[in-house]
């Protein structure tokens, strides 16, 4: 339960990684619309930054590169997904009669928007994160992810942001102690591709499972497996955004070692062999296109990598 205010700290901040679809395989549709899933999924070291301060009332800010692309707004069931997540989680600590004060929120917005990395999903799961912080607050796993699927089917995997397996719509999660860091550039032209349209003109939405995953670190291992693996939103995307395909080609030109969008895009990825390359091919692709988005950065290992 809540300890007392004295003990409270004044400032939390948290990162919200990007979360990078290794490979997404679209299993189903159910009758309510939600598509089945079975993707790998792991997370950078780069990402939002959310900063949480007591306050005498309810306040959010929105910095960043990326900052001026979203509303502050905080009215409505459309606002920013970290107000939904403060309202939810204050909601739920109510009605366990712990205190949950009014808090100044300030997300540094980094990520590209609707980029197909989780961005504001993973918002949704720094907020949860740091105001359970602040707040001093206990709360049952059970009520926690039943908060984060309420905002969204990637948050309860942003909740965790560690290597893992999502199958159902995205909350059945399946961490991955043995997958190895990987040195990754992320690139966007920051171009918007529609998800609904995506899914579609997906051709087929019962595509078979992966097969079962390396079971140790070894960066080879994995990189022959990816190759096995498929993003099935990748083709649809491709015909709607020419960008894509040339994100693919521009990685492949600077010696990655494997490349494939993201989520339903149009963020691409290059794995490098690591991290001194992939910050090579950065600076590279960003004096070839200053006006796209790259992002050098390494992913979070598995437990036992």
């Avoid at 366990?96 to 540094?108: H, K, M, R, T």
Wanted: proline fraction near 6%; include cysteine.
């Amino acid at each position: 339960m809540m300890h007392g205010a004295d003990f409270r700290p004044v400032r939390i901040e948290e990162t919200a990684p990007a979360k990078i679809n290794l490979a997404l395989h679209v299993t189903g549709q159910r009758n309510d619309g939600y598509h089945l899933i079975d993707s790998l999924v792991t997370f950078c070291q780069h990402g939002d930054r959310l900063t949480f301060t007591l306050s005498d009332q309810d306040e959010f800010q929105i910095t960043g590169r990326f900052g001026a692309m979203l509303s502050a707004d905080a009215d409505g069931r459309d606002g920013n997904l970290v107000v939904r997540a403060r309202d939810l989680l204050r909601k739920a600590l109510a009605a366990e009669n712990s205190a949950a004060p009014p808090v100044s929120i300030v997300l540094e917005k980094e990520l590209p928007i609707a980029s197909g990395i989780g961005g504001g999903s993973a918002d949704a799961a720094g907020t949860l994160r740091g105001l359970l912080r602040l707040w001093r607050a206990d709360i049952s796993d059970e009520t926690l992810q039943r908060l984060a699927l309420a905002l969204g089917a990637d948050v309860p995997m942003c909740l965790q942001s560690r290597p893992l397996r999502a199958s159902g719509i995205g909350e059945i999660l399946t961490p991955l102690p043995q997958m190895p860091a990987l040195a990754l550039v992320l690139g966007n032209p920051l171009k918007g591709v529609s998800t609904p349209t995506i899914f579609r003109l997906l051709a087929n939405k019962a595509n078979p499972v992966m097969p079962d995953l390396p079971t140790d670190a070894a960066l080879s291992d994995w990189i022959e497996r990816l190759g096995t693996l498929r993003n099935d939103l990748e083709p649809p995307a491709r015909a709607l955004l020419a960008e894509i395909g040339m994100l693919s080609d521009m990685f492949a030109a600077e010696g990655a070692l494997f490349t494939r969008m993201s989520g339903s895009g149009a963020t691409c990825f290059g794995i490098f062999a690591d991290q001194h390359h992939a910050e090579q091919a950065a600076a590279t692709l960003r004096q070839k296109r200053p006006d796209w988005y790259f992002q050098a950065s390494q992913t979070y290992p598995g437990d036992m990598a």
